[in-house]
T-cell receptor
């Protein structure tokens, strides 16, 4: 058990709509990450958080917003979804010894 | 920014063969991680490496942290059909964890 839950598992939305992807860890580890995975690009870092109320940009932050009001939750919001944001999104937490554990992912389609 | 390169991009091997894949970077990383991902799932951690020169095994898997801290390799011995998947290397650099593009492994029974 990776101790990290993502929801929803699948989401279809329309261009211009706001979408929020949820991520919850059953632990209280400090670091959490959001990645997107696309064919040919591997896993690209969108945003990460070192602790509650501390967030920072990764490689591809444009079009995304995050918040971390509680240590356990790290939601990712697409404020105005675009087709280029169709992707699989993975949330992860850093556990003991700098090991990164992933959720099962959210498959997002923007029509 | 930091980039990781993986080779080969894909491999097709016969069941029972040994496999070797590589990960390189132009930057120094403090920790190397190797992951396997199967379709529809998130990446699963296989091996973590913390010191330059470190050699670590996990069953049929062996990985090494390069002396220069800019590379790592993963070997799989006596491959089996369930080894099929995409293998990613990842490196810790300050607060970030960066991933390579992956090596796709196919095992022919």
């Amino acid at each position: 058990d990776a101790g990290i839950t993502q929801s929803p598992r699948y989401k279809i939305t329309e261009t211009g709509r706001q979408v929020t992807l949820m991520c919850h860890q059953t632990w209280s580890h400090s670091y959490m990450f959001w990645y997107r995975q696309d064919l040919g690009h591997g896993l690209r870092l969108i945003y990460y958080s070192a602790a509650a109320d501390i967030t920072d940009k990764g490689e591809v932050p444009d079009g995304y917003v995050v918040s971390r009001s509680k240590t356990e939750n790290f939601p990712l919001t697409l404020e105005s979804a675009t087709r280029s944001q169709t992707s699989v999104y993975f949330c992860a937490r850093v556990g003991d010894s700098e090991k990164l554990f992933f959720g099962s992912g959210t498959q997002l389609s923007v029509l | 920014g930091q980039q990781l390169n993986q080779s080969p991009q894909s491999m097709f091997i016969q069941e029972g063969e040994d496999v070797s894949m590589n990960c390189t970077s132009s930057s120094i990383f403090n920790t190397w991680l190797w992951y396997k991902q199967e379709p529809g799932e998130g990446p699963v951690l296989l091996i973590a490496l913390y010191k330059a020169g470190e050699l670590t095994s996990n069953g049929r898997l062996t990985a090494q942290f390069g002396i220069t801290r800019k590379d790592s390799f993963l070997n799989i011995s006596a491959s089996i059909p369930s080894d099929v998947g995409i293998y990613f290397c990842a490196g810790h650099h300050h607060d970030k964890v960066i991933f390579g593009p992956g090596t796709s492994l196919s095992v022919i029974p």
